[in-house]
């Protein structure tokens, strides 16, 4: 039994653990014993990535009980999924896009030369956002602890009843007053929730790591500034290619199942490599090679896949998209402040990313 590949290589923060590669060639599907001490089966292939994030034989939650919409099937995922989705269409998104893009220049223009494009771009940048998105007031930190955040949340939901407006809570109320069964504030405060630890530190992530990697070859930022690549054809390639979800996304067998030569029996865990899957050389010609312009760059599973896939993923691009092109149409000769080997990666927690990026122009 393997343990759980976790270390990406030092010479390649952006690569997955080099142990995938070779799980994903020998043993796609694989025994592993997880950071917890747990049991489960390792799932590497972009195909079996999904047939598992597909497939009702595989549920969300464990033994245990757990209340979130993430966790949560059947039925109630479907209900309380059902009231997030019109909020954050693509369309919804579109209409989002010039108020990001204006959060996003007025971000990048008061920037001085050095910064630090966690704590100084991407954070605000990311907190204003999705606190503009859900309802929160202005300035609100994002970094509050989630006892801290609920009752504050609570008041949004009580006030937005009163007084609706054009935020997400306001919409989800509008979704459920024609609902049979409306949710209960509680859970109105945890699709909120949901949404804002869901995108932040993914965000975060993603564009740190995408402007780290886009300042690696100046050429790419000349792509992007010069209009020879889209931004949001470069932006697919680049979520692949992060892949800033760390860990294997869990499901648990309610019932023996068949995934390739090994059946996966009732109960037990399946943790579902995006990172490895976002690699797999079957879908992505020479997959290690950062290409902006790749054809199958769509098909990356960075947003997951099936009934759970990110229902905030659309807005969540656009946010991207607007972050990056804000930051180097402004800021064209950003460049690192520090050599590379310096820079502090977020190796073990669940969303891949820096500490820090100190750069100057």
């Not at 009980?65 to 309380?80: A, K, Q, Y």
């Not at 931004?231 to 199942?257: N, W």
């Not at 899957?277 to 990356?300: G, I, K, M, Y």
């Not at 310096?342 to 500490?355: I, M, Q, W």
Request: proline share 9%; charged share 25%; glycine share 6%.
């Amino acid at each position: 039994m393997n343990t759980m590949p976790l270390r990406r290589p030092a010479h390649c923060p952006f690569d997955p653990p080099s142990e995938l590669a070779r799980l994903r060639r020998d043993e796609p599907i694989s025994l592993v014993v997880t950071p917890a001490g747990t049991p489960a089966w390792l799932v590497t292939r972009h195909e079996d990535a999904r047939l598992v994030l597909a497939d009702p034989r595989f549920t969300a939650h464990g033994p245990v009980e757990s209340r979130g919409v993430i966790d949560v099937d059947g039925p109630e995922h479907t209900r309380l999924r059902r009231l997030l989705v019109p909020e954050l269409t693509i369309r919804r998104a579109e209409g989002w896009r010039l108020r990001v893009r204006k959060a996003a220049e007025e971000r990048a223009a008061v920037l001085e030369s050095p910064a630090d494009l966690v704590a100084d771009y991407a954070r605000p940048l990311a907190g204003r956002v999705l606190g503009e998105l859900v309802g929160l007031p202005e300035g609100f930190p994002m970094g509050l602890e989630a006892a801290l955040l609920r009752p504050m949340l609570t008041d949004v939901v009580d006030q937005r009843r009163r007084e609706p407006t054009t935020d997400l809570i306001s919409g989800l109320l509008r979704q459920a007053s024609v609902l049979r069964e409306p949710p209960s504030t509680a859970e109105m405060v945890g699709l909120a929730m949901t949404v804002l630890f869901g995108g932040y530190e993914t965000s975060v992530g993603m564009l740190t790591l995408s402007a780290l990697v886009l300042m690696d070859d100046p050429r790419r930022v000349e792509s992007l500034t010069e209009g020879e690549v889209a931004v949001s054809v470069a932006v697919e390639e680049l979520l692949r290619y992060l892949t800033v979800v760390q860990p294997g996304l869990p499901r648990y067998a309610t019932e023996d199942v068949r995934i390739g030569d090994q059946v996966v029996r009732k109960g037990e865990c399946v943790l579902v490599s995006i990172s490895s899957a976002n690699r797999d050389p079957s879908v992505f010609h020479h997959p290690d090679e950062l290409r902006l312009v790749r054809p199958t760059s769509r098909a990356h599973l960075a947003f997951g896949y099936g009934p759970h896939q990110c229902v905030g993923s659309q807005l969540a691009r656009v946010l991207v998209q607007e972050g990056l092109t804000a930051l180097f149409g402004l800021r064209p000769r950003v460049r690192l402040a520090k050599p590379r080997t310096e820079l502090v990666f977020t190796d073990r927690s669940p969303v891949h990313g820096l500490r820090s990026l100190p750069v100057l122009w």
